[in-house]
């Protein structure tokens, strides 16, 4: 039988091999940044969400040193058992400020923020209302729930409304990216928000691709769009703008409690290692006091524009430091990605089930920490590759 097993798992690692879907990884030698080192080679890289240029930051990289001889390395043990540090508690204080909520609870990664979320908060009985291209944490979290879970296309509000009207559900939960991670556009928060209010449910905005880019100082699509209610349950990482490790659910403090006593993804494993939340109260005074960061970062997404305008290929509407270059076929993003990678350019090629079929594409993302000229090198190189394709 383990024989039968072992070729049963070759053949369908085969057959995604011929489909152009096969993953490999790809291992730096180097701190996260611009231009990185991957076996011996030098690349001009476009494939972190790094976009504050924060990750390799001397001042963060200090932090963790001073919170490693003042907390250790490990927490040891689960927040409620004895791996609740005062680091993690200064933290979770400093982004309520920050994020303008009455309460937060820190989570290991942004999927667990989204599973013990949504699980804790819908059951049998209750109704999830969630975006055609939501990330698959949301999707995951709600197909675990037990609540039915009902998708609309993509920004579809007058589907969505539809919805809502007709639901009988207990308890209404709309839940989207804030930020879309493969398209790059935003979430109308504030018509959702209407909605929501409108149908009496809550709405859960994931902002792992927002906090720290959008909104006044870097607060996020909250502060983005100005809105402030009772309803909105907030989670964002740490791992992306922030440079660290790590994400948080910001809301009502009797939402923060029932995470406390249900979330299961916050209850049954360990806390992070206190000197990150250390690093991260460093990283927030950083994306607070810094605006020139996300001031680059348009202009970067400016020159972009204009460097991708001639191409054949469609670059997707989006303000945010995702830039989505559709190429279509699978066999083709990956080639025009292998090209780039020859030519010392590091774009990654982004295929099904991740997006649609029939979308593959360049996920081009950018930092602060890149420079114009580094733009202008990749659209001339797309532009050539571009050039010799059509006059094939």
């Avoid at 508690?89 to 400020?97: F, I, K, N, S, V």
Wanted: with cysteine.
């Amino acid at each position: 039988m383990p024989n039968d097993l072992t070729e049963q798992l070759r053949e369908e690692l085969l057959s995604r091999e011929k489909r152009k879907l096969y993953r490999r990884r790809l291992t730096l030698e180097c701190p996260q940044q611009t231009h990185v080192s991957i076996a011996g080679c030098e690349y001009l890289a476009f494939c972190s969400n790094d976009y504050l240029g924060l990750a390799n930051h001397p001042q963060l990289i200090e932090a963790v040193c001073e919170g490693a001889r003042k907390y250790g390395v490990g927490a040891g043990a689960s927040h409620l058992i004895s791996g609740h540090s005062s680091a993690h508690h200064a933290l979770e204080e400093a982004l309520a400020r920050f994020t303008g909520f009455p309460q937060t609870l820190l989570f290991s990664t942004g999927y667990m923020a989204n599973a013990g979320m949504v699980t804790a908060l819908a059951g049998r009985g209750d109704a999830i209302f969630a975006d055609k291209l939501n990330h698959a944490s949301l999707n995951d979290a709600a197909m675990v729930s037990n609540a039915k879970f009902i998708r609309y296309p993509h920004l579809d509000l007058s589907v969505l409304e539809r919805q809502l009207a007709m639901s009988q559900a207990t308890r209404k939960l709309v839940i989207t990216d804030a930020v879309f991670s493969m398209d790059g556009d935003v979430a109308p928060v504030a018509a959702l928000l209407a909605l929501c209010e409108k149908y009496d449910a809550w709405l859960m905005l994931d902002d792992a691709h927002g906090f720290g880019v959008l909104g006044l100082r870097g607060r996020g699509t909250v502060s983005q769009f100005a809105v402030d209610s009772r309803r909105i349950i907030y989670m964002a990482t740490l791992g992306k703008a922030a440079g660290v490790f790590g994400a948080f659910v910001a809301a009502e403090h009797e939402i923060i409690e029932t995470l406390v006593q249900h979330a299961r993804s916050y209850i049954y494993t360990t806390a992070t290692p206190p000197m990150l939340s250390h690093a991260l109260l460093k990283s927030l005074e950083l994306i607070e006091g810094e605006e020139w960061r996300r001031e680059k970062l348009r202009q970067l997404i400016a020159q972009l524009k204009n460097e991708m305008r001639s191409l054949r290929w469609q670059l997707l509407p989006s303000v945010t430091p995702i830039q989505a270059l559709i190429i279509g076929e699978n066999d083709k993003a990956l080639e025009i990605s292998a090209t780039l990678r020859e030519k010392g350019i590091l774009v990654p090629a982004i295929r099904p089930p991740t997006v649609a079929p029939g979308t593959a594409r360049l996920r081009i993302s950018l930092s602060a920490s890149h420079d114009m000229a580094d733009i202008v090198r990749l659209g001339t190189v797309l532009r050539e590759l571009d050039n010799n394709s059509v006059s094939r």
